[in-house]
């Protein structure tokens, strides 16, 4: 169920539709613009567009255009919103589920699409934009949130960033030292080809440079989720060698320790290859030599994988968002590579947002737009669900943890459980802790993972109900 101008809709999943499309529209929700659309008869049909109406699907509120098309059986949801909201298309044997990085998850009633339409070709350039943000129109010229995500574009997947605000890092290690780790062979040509072209990638995007370094550690193939392989640069021999101090990485836990109950709209900012923005100086590049295909390179940047690039570059961003003047009421929470914001109201929210987006301009890095979460009631944050007051971890991580420990051998399945309970304990007071402990009603409450994973989820509950709120309990 979509809310479309203050009236709640029934609407077709349609992923072949470039656009959504309304069959109910009044007057004044429409505007002079029409558009030609094509179905699988190739017939141009001219539609009304509506105005700019503000939608509600899955917790997250915007503003779109929509085609106003009465002849259309039922109303589709089209890839335009579809995209810009983040939705995950899930088939399963049952049905087909959609959810959202917010933890939103809907099960589709299955149903039969009369037919499908696209924009013709010529028309394609000109498409109504939906806000993938609650933003207003603007153009470069402008001032405003908007016209700095223009300032952004392209937004490239492999255009690294530089922080421009630092000096290179410089790295030390023990004299005298020398690590030297072959490369091994890789097993498949899956994984040849996709460490090959991750290689390429930073070699054009100015990561990477030829080496004539004593140093070498491997590369090791790591699996993506679509199936390709990228690769994780070995680099234990070289942090036992090195001598630079450990800068602090902040507790995550602590962090959200300042948002507030009056906090109603929150932004989730991810920056994109983080420690990659940094720069290496050039007398300790040698440390970080690898060899593929014969050729030995070295990287220019502060390499994933180091002991000291979590603490580095936590500061480094720290210390560049240190002007931003934060308004009465606002929030900037910094882990890292990811910061949130949190205010009161919406134009609050966006003031400190674009804030934020022109410091990081000003500093050199860059933004991943698919992780972007802006102006929103409800983000997530370090893998945890925030919205107004409340604060909870999705219970699909329990869900996925417990399918972990079917699948462990039991001395690593013991291994996990114990850091649960670990985890869990310093949150809890002891009665509570012990109590749960001693419970003997979960044997029979949790039998596909089992009474020790079944704890797992009491220890939870009563975390939720005394540290973090579920949407349902008290606020935080």
Request: a neutral charge.
């Amino acid at each position: 169920m979509t809310s479309v101008g203050g009236e709640t809709l029934l609407m077709l999943v349609d992923t072949g539709a470039t656009h959504s499309t309304t069959r109910k529209a009044t007057p004044n929700m429409l505007s002079d613009k029409s558009i030609n659309l094509s179905g699988l008869t190739g017939k141009a049909t001219p539609l009304r567009m509506t105005k700019e109406l503000t939608l509600k699907l899955a917790g997250q509120t915007f503003k779109s255009s929509l085609i106003y098309s009465p002849q259309t059986p039922v109303n589709l949801l089209g890839r335009d919103i579809l995209q810009a909201t983040g939705a995950v298309i899930n088939c399963t044997p049952d049905a087909m589920y959609l959810t959202w990085p917010n933890g939103y998850s809907i099960a589709c009633t299955p149903a039969r699409s009369h037919g499908l339409y696209v924009f013709r070709e010529e028309q394609m350039a000109e498409g109504v934009s939906i806000y993938w943000l609650l933003l207003e129109p603007g153009t470069p010229e402008m001032t405003g949130l908007y016209a700095k995500m223009l300032e952004w574009k392209p937004w490239s997947p492999s255009d690294i960033g530089r922080c421009t605000k630092m000096d290179p890092v410089i790295l030390e290690v023990v004299p005298g030292s020398r690590v030297y780790v072959p490369q091994r062979s890789f097993r498949t040509d899956k994984q040849r080809e996709g460490i090959e072209t991750a290689l390429t990638d930073l070699w054009e995007a100015g990561v990477l440079e030829l080496s004539d370094s004593h140093w070498n550690t491997p590369l090791n193939p790591v699996p993506k989720p679509d199936g390709t392989f990228r690769p994780a640069h070995d680099l234990r021999k070289v942090n036992e060698v090195t001598t630079t101090p450990l800068l602090p990485v902040p507790d995550p836990h602590k962090c959200l320790s300042v948002l507030t109950p009056e906090m109603k709209y929150f932004t989730v900012i991810d920056l994109k290859h983080a420690f990659f923005t940094i720069p290496l100086a050039e007398e300790c590049r040698y440390q970080f030599a690898f060899t593929y295909g014969g050729v030995k390179l070295q990287y220019k940047v502060l390499p994933q994988g180091h002991r000291n690039s979590p603490g580095i570059f936590n500061k480094v961003l720290k210390d560049c968002l240190s002007p931003i003047e934060v308004l009465s009421g606002a929030v900037i929470v910094q882990y890292m590579d990811d910061v949130l914001i949190g205010a009161r109201s919406a134009k609050d929210c966006l003031d400190v947002t674009a804030a934020v987006l022109s410091r990081l301009l000003e500093c050199g890095f860059k933004v991943s737009k698919t992780k972007l979460q802006c102006c929103r009631s409800q983000v997530v944050f370090l893998g945890k669900v925030i919205s107004a007051g409340h604060l909870w971890m999705p219970w699909e991580v329990w869900d996925s943890l417990g399918t972990l420990a079917e699948t462990l051998p039991t001395g690593r399945a013991h291994h996990l459980k114990f850091h649960l309970n670990t985890f869990w304990k310093p949150f809890l007071a002891a009665p509570v802790f012990q109590g749960l402990l001693s419970t003997t009603d979960c044997r029979s409450h949790h039998k596909k993972y089992g009474e020790d994973f079944w704890l797992q989820h009491r220890l939870a509950d009563a975390y939720v109900d005394g540290v973090y709120r579920g949407p349902n309990g008290l606020p935080f």
